[in-house]
């Protein structure tokens, strides 16, 4: 409903931007005398129209194309710097409320020193945020520095401009608010500004409520997907919580190997469910306490296409159902589905593979005990260049063997 109504919402903008452009160019085509200003003045004003849409279209593109991708804080600078580039202005924050704390506090800030971003706690109905915040009215300060209020907000050095406080709602209930200073070279803010950022402001509920939506479904098919690997770990017989340990060693390893935040997360999910597909397999093979048959070693060799079969169809899990097809491919071509090598393998099914086998060593199974630590690097450290890759070899003892420190 929400997409539907966005999307009404800029294709409305979209003719109502081609209607403005046909008359602009009419006027183009037959000019009468004296219309020069009417003109310049016309094409400024298709000028503010055409930064508008593009304003609202990159939030609106956020909130449809990247709503599982991208993090909330960059969805909020984004609009900010939108927002300041739209009227003009040199500075400005937005801020969100917390309702546990029940205050306002910056999510995103230009031109705003570090201590006012960290020193701001605003309640509702106090300052000028506050006040926009709790009655969800538009509130220009013209002059600072008289405004006893204003102090709450913003520090000396941000006194002097004066500036707008927007409310940011969704069906009447403000959830933040968009303050704007004015730039020195204008005196007030146009019509055009306010109208502007209102729909500016619009949008960005809009869109923040569908990046919420996909959140939600997101978490919850997250938990769905946790419970499989959950029943998993049950049915297999390695003990305790197998995939939740993988998957917390495998983002502190993607980490250390500099892997971008975006694949990150899929390396995390993609240990997490990297045995997703042995809910295909026997029960009996998999919990075999002694050595599988050739037959029985075929059966098994197909839990990484099942995975992969189960995973490739959720979009929002983008390359994982990849990672999970090749996890027991080796560095040296020797594994399994396909025999890929080295880096034909991806980096997260690299991965994957090194944490994979650590555990599995390390871990009491139905035919032996758990290996001590030393053989388990030992033997880790002879499959280097030859099942796994060296470099995630290296960087995996190294963090193995100084306890997992967390990134600062
Ligand atoms: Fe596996």
């Known amino acids: 409903m929400i ?20 008359v602009y160019d009419l ?7 004296g219309s020069g200003g009417a003109e310049a003045s016309l094409k400024t004003t298709w000028g503010k129209f055409d930064e508008l849409l593009t304003s609202l279209l990159t939030i609106h593109e956020i909130g449809i194309v990247n709503a599982g991708t991208i993090k909330k804080e960059e969805f909020y600078r984004t609009v900010l710097e939108n927002a300041c580039e739209l009227i003009n202005s040199p500075r400005g924050s937005l801020m969100i409320y917390d309702s546990q704390a029940d205050e306002l ?37 013209t002059d600072p520095q008289q405004n006893t209020q204003y102090k709450d907000f913003i520090g000396k050095e941000e006194q002097r401009d004066p500036f707008i406080a927007i409310p940011l709602k969704l069906k009447d209930k403000p959830f933040g608010v968009l303050n704007l200073h004015l730039s020195r070279d204008k005196e007030s803010f146009t019509d055009y500004d306010l109208k502007f950022l209102t729909l ?55 980490q250390e190997l500099h892997i971008p935040e975006q694949t990150l997360r899929y390396v995390e999910y993609a240990a997490l469910l990297h045995d997703i597909g042995k809910i295909g397999i026997d029960g009996g093979i998999l919990s075999k306490p002694g050595k599988l048959t050739q037959e029985e070693y075929e059966e098994m060799k197909k839990h990484p296409a ?17 990672m999970v097809l090749y996890h027991h491919e080796w560095f040296n071509g020797m594994g399994y589905p396909e025999g890929l090598k ?14 994979d086998a650590w555990d599995a060593m390390r871990s009491d199974r ?27 070899v290296q960087a995996f003892l190294a963090l193995e063997n100084s306890d997992w420190p967390v990134i600062k």
């Open 366 to 392: 139905p035919y032996r005990k758990a290996l001590s630590h030393d053989i388990a690097e030992g033997e880790l450290t002879k499959g280097s260049g030859r099942q796994f890759d060296p470099q995630v």
């Open 306 to 322: 099942i995975g992969y079969q189960i995973l490739s169809p959720i979009h929002f899990l983008g390359p994982v159902a990849q």
């Open 105 to 141: 506090t910056i999510a995103a800030s230009k031109n705003i020193s570090k201590e006012v971003i960290e020193n701001t706690r605003i309640k509702p109905g106090l300052g000028i945020a506050g006040r926009a915040f709790q009655t969800g009215e538009t509130i220009f300060v």
């Open 3 to 22: 997409y539907l109504l966005s999307l009404v919402i800029v294709i409305l903008l979209f003719i109502v931007g081609a209607l403005l452009r046909k």
């Open 27 to 33: 006027r183009l085509d037959k000019p009468s005398p």
């Open 342 to 355: 080295g880096e034909e393998i991806p980096l997260g099914a690299r991965i994957v593979a090194t944490i």
């Open 200 to 254: 500016l402001a619009g949008e960005t509920a809009i869109t923040l409520e569908n990046i919420k939506l996909y959140e939600s479904l997101e978490n919850f098919y997250l938990e769905m997907v946790q419970t499989l690997a959950r029943v998993i770990d049950a049915k297999d017989s390695y003990t305790g919580d197998h995939a939740g340990r993988a998957r917390h060693k495998a983002r502190r390893l993607a």
